[in-house]
Structures are given as structure tokens and as C-alpha cells.
């Protein structure tokens, strides 16, 4: 019975900044390694960036302008999205990314003008 619940998400210009929030129940972010993915239209789901204990991972598509972090006390997870693309328009969801996957939640949508 995990349940993953996204929001934050927006329009935005090309070049501003969005706060993703993922908020989860029946599963523990401290002990899990978790990360946001996006799908785009038409495109793969892809993983953008995980954490792991103290250690995090971007793609690099990504890199240097997302930033994800978790608060454990409220086991909800943040995705800090800086100098935002075109590109980056997609529906953002959170899940872990090793062991099983858990019911994808509804997403987020992010969509960023040029």
C-alpha cells in the first residue's frame, strides 16, 4: 500500500525555477534509494535524478540545475529545478529506483516556454 503523491509542478518561462514535492506513505525514502523520472509526450520514461543515503545522482541532461534532496521527519522528497528548458516539459513523477517499483502516482506536469 505505497502511495506516491507529487506536486509542485507548473508553467514556467525557459530560464526560471520550479520546486517539485513528493510525498510518500508506506514506504521509508530514508532507507530507499528514490529519484524523480519524467516522460515527456511520445518519449521513454526516463530517470533524471536519485538519491541514495547521503548520495545523489543526475542525469545529465540535467546536471547542475536540478537538485534533489528529502526531509526523513516528513518523508517527502524535493526535486529544486533551476535554469529550466524546453525540453524539461514532462509530467514528473517519484519512485524508487532500485527494488520494486511502487503504483506510479499521477504526476506532475512541468511545462516550460520558450
Known amino acids: 500500500q505505497v502511495q506516491l503523491v507529487e506536486s509542485g509542478g507548473g508553467l514556467v518561462q525557459a530560464g526560471g525555477s520550479l520546486r517539485l514535492s513528493c510525498a510518500g506513505s508506506?514506504?521509508?525514502?530514508?532507507?530507499?534509494?528514490m529519484g524523480w523520472y519524467r516522460q515527456a509526450p511520445g518519449k521513454q520514461r526516463e530517470l533524471v535524478a536519485g538519491?541514495?543515503?547521503?548520495?545523489?545522482n543526475y542525469a545529465d541532461s540535467v546536471k547542475g540545475r536540478f537538485t534533489i534532496s528529502r526531509d526523513n521527519a516528513k518523508n517527502t522528497m524535493y526535486l529544486q529545478m533551476n535554469s529550466l528548458k524546453a525540453e524539461d516539459t514532462a509530467v514528473y513523477y517519484c519512485?524508487?529506483?532500485?527494488?520494486?517499483?511502487?503504483?506510479w502516482g499521477q504526476g506532475t506536469q512541468v511545462t516550460v516556454s520558450s
Open positions: 519512485n524508487r529506483v532500485t527494488g520494486t517499483y511502487a503504483n
Open positions: 508506506g514506504i521509508t525514502f530514508r532507507i530507499n534509494d
Open positions: 538519491i541514495s543515503g547521503g548520495i545523489t
